[in-house]
């Protein structure tokens, strides 16, 4: 059974940095897509990063330059560094399966002062 479990969101500054972390079981994240989305209060889903299975990597013009989204194959975890965080930012993060859009519960990030 697929299964992802997000962590690591919370409340920081502007400009501050939180690393979100996504557990994954039930299949090897190594040899698969995947991606982060995210989706703020009265707005649609939005693809923010990328990696595939070759271990290329993806961003939003949005996110370029502050985020990175990498993988540790032995944790079977995937992550996605954000750093300089805007008040825009602010949304809930889901890692997703790209293959079978299976996604997480989600976590929290709020950017605010």
């Known amino acids: 059974e697929v299964r992802l479990v997000e962590s690591g969101g919370g409340l920081v500054q502007p400009a501050g940095a939180l690393r979100l972390s996504c557990a994954a079981s039930?299949?090897?994240?190594?040899?698969?897509?995947m991606s982060w989305v995210r989706q703020a209060p009265g707005k649609g889903r939005d693809r923010v990063s990328v990696?595939?299975?070759?271990?290329?990597?993806w961003l939003s013009e949005s996110v370029k330059g502050r985020f990175i989204i990498s993988r540790d194959n032995a944790k079977n975890t995937l992550y996605l560094q954000m750093n300089s965080l805007k008040p825009e930012d602010t949304a809930v993060y889901y890692c997703?399966?790209?293959?079978?859009?299976?996604r997480g519960q989600g976590t929290q990030v709020t950017v605010s002062s």
């Open positions: 990696i595939n299975r070759a271990g290329s990597t």
């Open positions: 039930g299949f090897n994240l190594s040899a698969s897509a």
């Open positions: 997703v399966l790209i293959e079978t859009s299976h």
